[in-house]
């Protein structure tokens, strides 16, 4: 990797790490707090605010079951679901 891909990288991963904590935040806010979104996921609350950088894989879609859909998988993972308008069934 060169000196000029790692800027480019960089703001890139810090634009992804901003979207997975307003995604973290918006969840939390829809089930009341962070402590009930762990409990809904049954994670403990240490494990969800582990998630500063990337949500698990395996959560986003829970996460997007348990808002009713008020988060989506793009917001939560823009990595693993780059359409924007994928809206899974609930």
Do not use: C
């Not at 997975?20 to 918006?26: D, S, W």
């Not at 809904?40 to 859909?69: C, D, F, H, N």
């Amino acid at each position: 990797m060169t000196v000029q891909n790692a800027q480019i990288d960089k703001p890139y991963a810090l634009r992804l790490q901003y979207a997975v904590m307003l995604a973290i935040q918006r969840a939390s806010q829809i089930l009341g707090s962070q402590a009930k979104l762990a409990k809904t996921l049954q994670v403990s609350p240490m494990a969800v605010s582990q998630w500063k950088g990337r949500i698990p894989a395996e959560r986003v879609l829970q996460i997007y079951r348990v808002t009713s859909g008020k988060v989506t998988p793009h917001e939560m993972r823009p990595d693993l679901y780059p359409d924007a308008f994928y809206r899974p069934q609930l």
